[in-house]
């Protein structure tokens, strides 16, 4: 079993930067791929980004290539989403899931967390 808590949600200005942790409870953490999934009011969630098990391979949604970076550190069973030069489209509540690399792409998980509000302002 994992619980996920995210955090470092909030407003920000467009062109700034944010970066979400993702708290996992429970010895597997590292066995497990690792996403990033946000959802905007009255849409489906889209899957943003994904880090192997190890944090040696990673894959991103091409709207946040170049932008965002996905990493995690095992030894303190986090995960974090750094993001820069933000564009009010980023806007959601982003979420971190736990699972399958593949699957995960595909928004297939095993465990999510609660979400964390983005807000960026133009």
């Known amino acids: 079993q994992v619980q996920l808590v995210e955090s470092g949600g909030g407003l920000v200005q467009a062109g700034g930067s944010l970066r979400l942790s993702c708290a996992a409870s429970?010895?597997?953490?590292?066995?497990?791929?690792m996403g990033w999934f946000r959802q905007c009011s009255g849409k489906e969630r889209e899957f943003v980004a994904v880090?192997?098990?190890?944090?040696?391979?990673?894959y991103y949604v091409d709207s946040v290539k170049d932008r965002f970076t996905i990493s995690r550190d095992n030894a303190k069973n986090t995960m974090y989403l750094q993001m820069n030069s933000l564009k009010p489209e980023d806007t959601a509540v982003y979420y971190c899931?736990?699972?399958?690399?593949?699957?995960?792409?595909?928004?297939?998980?095993?465990?999510w967390g609660q979400g964390t509000q983005v807000t960026v302002s133009s």
């Open positions: 899931a736990a699972g399958s690399y593949g699957p995960l792409v595909r928004k297939v998980a095993d465990y």
């Open positions: 429970g010895r597997t953490f590292s066995r497990y791929a």
């Open positions: 880090v192997s098990w190890s944090g040696g391979t990673k």
